[in-house]
């Protein structure tokens, strides 16, 4: 199962919304994620999978996939974190999208394994509201202005939302 949630542009932006992949099996941390988006006024379409296995059939499925920022937790059921950044990692068009670990592990393994296999940013999930949001909207604000090549990353001076589609 996936959801997509829209946020829409407003007239005085007319910029394409960025693309996010979120991997994320928590209800709290993708409400959490979508408002650190809002907060920090990216413009964005955001499409998230609950869980590994149908995150990685996603990924192998669809040769069109290309989204602008990828935001993976590592604790997922059916398939690890772990697995799915392979899957990202091996697929043509998505070696070089960046990718961002939200993850509450502290295990020092894991940040090794997660070396190993390449991510462009770590994030301990804060334990604040107010910190994750501060921090998750500052990181994607900044790997998308970094992965579009500008200063600034799409963003809304609406703050709308279009709705949601499952």
Not at 90 to 111: F, G, I, Q, Y
Not at 128 to 143: D, K, N, Y
Request: hydrophobic share 40%; charged share 30%; glycine share 6%.
């Amino acid at each position: 199962m996936f959801l997509v949630a829209k946020m829409t542009s407003g007239p005085l932006n007319p910029a394409q919304p960025a693309r996010i992949l979120l991997v994320e099996d928590s209800p709290y941390d993708a409400y959490l994620v979508e408002t650190a988006l809002k907060a920090h006024q990216i413009n964005y379409e955001l499409t998230r999978h609950e869980d590994g296995e149908n995150a990685i059939v996603a990924i192998e499925s669809d040769p069109t996939l290309r989204p602008d920022l990828v935001l993976l937790d590592l604790n997922l059921p059916r398939r690890e974190g772990f697995e799915v950044l392979r899957a990202i990692r091996a697929h043509p068009a998505l070696v070089d999208v960046p990718v961002c670990v939200l993850t509450s592990s502290e295990a020092s393994r894991d940040r090794q394994r997660i070396d190993l296999i390449g991510v462009e940013r770590y994030i301990h999930k804060p334990p604040t509201l107010e910190r994750f949001i501060s921090t998750v909207g500052q990181a994607v604000r900044e790997m998308l202005a970094s992965a579009r090549g500008a200063d600034e990353p799409p963003h809304d001076e609406r703050g709308g939302r279009d709705g949601d589609k499952s």
